[in-house]
T-cell receptor, first 112, second 114 residues
Framework: RKEVEQDPGPFNVPEGATVAFNCTYS??????FFWYRQDCRKEPKLLMS???SGNEDGRFTAQLNRASQYISLLIRDSKLSDSATYLC?????????????FGSGTRLQVQP | EAGVTQFPSHSVIEKGQTVTLRCDPI?????LYWYRRVMGKEIKFLLH????????ESGMPNNRFLAERTGGTYSTLKVQPAELEDSGVYFC????????????FGPGTRLLVL
């Protein structure tokens, strides 16, 4: 079983749509959670950290459910520029290990 | 502020040859990480430096891979001898010395072993 599981997609949505991505992680010791965005042939870039209480950044909302080991990302009012691969990422800094564990990513294509 | 830089951007070599990848982290970042993505797989951790010391090298696949960070600034990752399965994108990332410091990624080196 992969440590971080994501639906690979692709998710094809029209501009203005709301889309949600889900992710599950297997290591209950995970303490930090992130969504990274990766454009084609580019490096991953941090989109947002995910906090236990849930957090919002503009059109993006992230939620964490520790009991279910489940993370979500909601994108409202999708823009063409949101087209990218969204990577669910976890780590366990409290164990002293700083390495990030990546999911394989969910591809989003926003269409005009 | 300059971001993480990597050199070269692309490298095509033959099986059995040696390749050295370089990473320059963001200035002042003590933590430097190497990751790689092979075709069709997720990005996987290779190793982590704190300054010049290897903090965690649990992700290094085998002894054909050698990473160094002399002086605690830039780092090199040498693959010798390269095998076909080493093909992929090698990313470097750096972070400040914080418990949950954000890792900033470089543009990656695309390695193709023929």
């Amino acid at each position: 079983r992969k440590e971080v599981e994501q639906d690979p997609g692709p998710f094809n949505v029209p501009e203005g749509a709301t889309v949600a991505f889900n992710c599950t992680y297997s290591n209950s010791a995970s303490q930090s959670f992130f969504w990274y965005r990766q454009d084609c042939r580019k490096e991953p870039k941090l989109l947002m950290s995910v906090y236990s209480s849930g957090n919002e950044d503009g059109r993006f909302t992230a939620q964490l459910n520790r009991a279910s080991q489940y993370i979500s990302l909601l994108i409202r009012d999708s823009k063409l520029s949101d087209s990218a691969t969204y990577l669910c990422v976890v780590n366990q800094p409290d164990t002293g290990r700083r390495a990030l564990t990546f999911g394989s990513g969910t591809r989003l294509q926003v269409q005009p | 502020e300059a971001g993480v830089t990597q050199f070269p951007s692309h490298s095509v070599i033959e099986k059995g040859q040696t390749v050295t990848l370089r990473c320059d982290p963001i200035s002042g970042h003590d933590n430097l990480y190497w990751y790689r993505r092979v075709m069709g797989k997720e990005i996987k951790f290779l190793l982590h430096f704190v300054k010049e010391s290897k903090q965690d090298e649990s992700g290094m696949p085998n002894n054909r891979f050698l990473a160094e960070r002399t002086g605690g600034t830039y780092s090199t990752l040498k693959v010798q001898p390269a095998e076909l399965e080493d093909s992929g994108v090698y990313f470097c990332a750096s972070s400040q010395d914080l418990a949950r410091g954000t890792q900033y990624f470089g543009p990656g080196t695309r390695l193709l072993v023929l």
